[in-house]
């Protein structure tokens, strides 16, 4: 049962995130200490270093021989519900030209959590260590398939969205943000408006080695997998990562947090309202977030098989809330950034009483 010190924990593990995130909007909106450019380089800063870092330092100190596969087969279950219910709104969204964008962002927002932060220890206060150990383990999971396909999806759109401004003669460097520029072009794209260019439109092979050529270049392709790579082989033969190595990685790992919310405090002084994305794509983020999420993660579980405690814990893992990283990508890549900076922020906020909420009803269905 949940005691008034478990919630001082899960606080006090949530409040420096706020301190990090207060910093960098005062350090935009008051202070006057970066411009735009430099809050730019920094969101890059951790996108290709701090966060890689930090995914790397988790993954290899987990054993991938104690994984609860029957969750894991949830989770993929669950994902793939999500899927199709967006691939459903987004073939009744086709003719709007924002389809694919924001199938992208609602799958973020449906799926991500922040589980390190908010969930580690909320699990073990509700249900134990076992609990906290699966928690750790979906966790893994998600930045070695999901974080990893979001990457894929991010650069292959961008890299589709660069051909195709090419081809409609339209010079992308000029516009900051891929959003922006790409709306109209998309549209007429799936209007088959675009006139192409003497060679043509983009071939599919054309994209692929595109987006090959980033993801090789991009630390984040690499991190999880490293990591996950040296915990089976550090967990079969009982070896030590050598203590200046670990050493290295922990200096960079531990700025990764941190830095991802002082760099959504820069993004969020640059905007005009503190909800960016106004209030009604924000209730939109929050029942993707809390209701779907959940929902097909309680399909997935019992379609495995799930039952009981391990069940519960299934359901509020995917309850909590958003993944900082899909922030850091969707500003880095020019995706709905408001949108998601807004999840992860009102959603620590009211993700503690919801949670607790799951729990307590969870609990009476026994």
């Not at 930090?54 to 609860?68: A, K, Q, R, S």
């Not at 072009?185 to 054309?206: D, N, R, T, Y």
Request: glycine content about 8%; hydrophobic content about 55%; proline content about 4%.
């Amino acid at each position: 049962m949940i005691g008034w010190g478990d919630v001082y924990k899960v606080v006090a593990a949530t409040v420096p995130l706020y301190f990090a995130l207060f910093l960098g909007y005062g350090s935009v909106r008051w202070w006057r200490i970066f411009t735009r450019e430099q809050c730019d380089a920094v969101n890059r800063l951790v996108a290709f270093f701090a966060l890689p870092f930090f995914t790397f330092e988790f993954t290899l100190h987990t054993d991938p021989f104690e994984v609860n596969y029957r969750a894991v087969a949830a989770d993929v279950i669950s994902k793939a519900i999500i899927v199709a219910v967006i691939g459903v709104w987004a073939r009744f969204m086709s003719k709007s030209g924002c389809a694919v964008s924001w199938s992208i962002t609602s799958f973020s927002l449906s799926t991500l959590t922040n589980s390190l932060v908010v969930g580690v220890p909320l699990a073990r206060a509700m249900y134990g260590e076992w609990a906290q150990q699966l928690v750790v383990q979906l966790s893994v999971f998600q930045a070695i398939v999901w974080l990893t396909l979001l990457l894929f999806v991010l650069e292959f759109r961008k890299a589709a969205i660069g051909m195709y401004i090419d081809a409609a003669d339209q010079p992308s460097p000029a516009v900051k943000d891929v959003e922006a520029s790409a709306a109209t072009v998309f549209s007429e794209k799936e209007q088959g408006g675009v006139a192409p260019a003497i060679g043509g439109k983009p071939s599919l092979w054309a994209l692929v080695k595109v987006v090959a050529h980033k993801l090789v270049r991009n630390p984040n392709t690499y991190a999880s997998f490293v990591g996950i790579t040296w915990a089976c082989v550090a967990n079969r033969l009982h070896v030590a990562l050598p203590s200046v190595l670990e050493g290295s990685v922990l200096i960079m790992s531990k700025s990764g947090t941190g830095m991802a919310m002082f760099s959504m405090g820069l993004f969020m002084a640059q905007q005009e309202k503190i909800i960016a994305c106004g209030p009604s794509l924000a209730a939109l983020g929050l029942v993707l977030k809390f209701a779907l999420g959940p929902a097909a993660m309680a399909v997935g579980s019992i379609a495995v098989g799930l039952r009981g405690d391990i069940l519960r814990v299934a359901i509020i893992q995917a309850a909590l809330p958003q993944s900082i990283t899909s922030f850091i990508f969707a500003k880095e890549y020019g995706l709905h950034a408001d949108v998601l900076s807004t999840a992860v922020i009102f959603g620590m906020l009211v993700s503690l009483p919801l949670l607790v909420g799951f729990y307590v009803v969870l609990e009476l269905i026994r």
